[in-house]
């Protein structure tokens, strides 16, 4: 796909796809014709359509793993790279990891985990695994603190549109900025 739309996202995140910051195949499945951007979405798409998409996004990204990954000297196992790039029908990551940071489970959309029943986000394998996340959990989750489970992509390309409005150029954003490469001291 050589649309100008896609020579202008290259020339914008092609840098950080090198550093490994945005993965290769979310750009393979966004350069598709009449792709979406894959974001939390949950309140402004109807289910059905929210499912198609999901189906539409996750199969670009099996074509992806299956016929161009290893072109591209990415030779991660499929099940990395799906953790990677694949979305949720909310516009969220597919895979989301246990809140208990010790635990190494994903839940999906066909293998859910309950979540956390105040702040509605954060999801545990188990009620154990909420139990031994509960004291660091409590602050962020009692304040609003928590985010969705973005993928690591989306959260960079988010991270760099927050870059380009001055109303949002933080310290933090600075310090992502300059972590990203993209500000030389
Ligand atoms: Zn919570
Ligand atoms: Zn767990």
């Known amino acids: 796909m050589d649309s100008e739309l896609d020579k202008f996202r290259w020339k914008t995140?092609?840098?950080?796809?090198?550093?490994?910051?945005?993965?290769?195949?979310?750009?393979?499945?966004?350069?598709?014709?009449?792709?979406?951007?894959?974001?939390?979405?949950?309140?402004?798409?109807?289910?059905?359509?929210?499912?198609?998409?999901?189906?539409?996004?996750?199969?670009?990204?099996?074509?992806?793993?299956?016929?161009?990954?290893?072109?591209?000297?990415?030779?991660?196992?499929?099940?990395?790279?799906?953790?990677?790039?694949?979305?949720?029908?909310?516009?969220?990551?597919?895979?989301?990891?246990?809140?208990n940071p010790k635990c190494t489970q994903y839940s999906t959309d066909d293998v859910p985990f309950k979540r956390?029943?105040?702040?509605?986000?954060?999801?545990?394998?188990?009620?154990?695994?909420?139990?031994?996340?509960?004291?660091a959990h409590k602050g962020p989750c009692k304040r609003g603190e928590v985010k969705p489970y973005l993928l690591k992509t989306q959260q960079v390309m988010e991270d760099c549109i927050n870059m380009m409005v001055p109303s949002q150029v933080s310290q933090e954003t600075l310090k992502k900025a300059e972590q990203y490469g993209l500000i030389k001291n």
């Open 13 to 99: 995140f092609g840098p950080l796809v090198d550093q490994g910051l945005i993965e290769r195949g979310f750009m393979y499945a966004l350069g598709q014709r009449n792709m979406f951007q894959p974001m939390p979405w949950v309140h402004i798409v109807p289910a059905v359509e929210r499912r198609i998409r999901r189906k539409e996004w996750n199969d670009y990204i099996d074509d992806y793993i299956r016929d161009h990954a290893q072109k591209y000297g990415d030779y991660r196992s499929a099940e990395e790279i799906a953790i990677q790039c694949k979305i949720s029908e909310d516009g969220d990551a597919l895979y989301k990891k246990c809140g």
């Open 116 to 135: 956390c029943s105040v702040c509605k986000i954060t999801k545990y394998c188990s009620p154990e695994c909420q139990k031994l996340d509960w004291n």
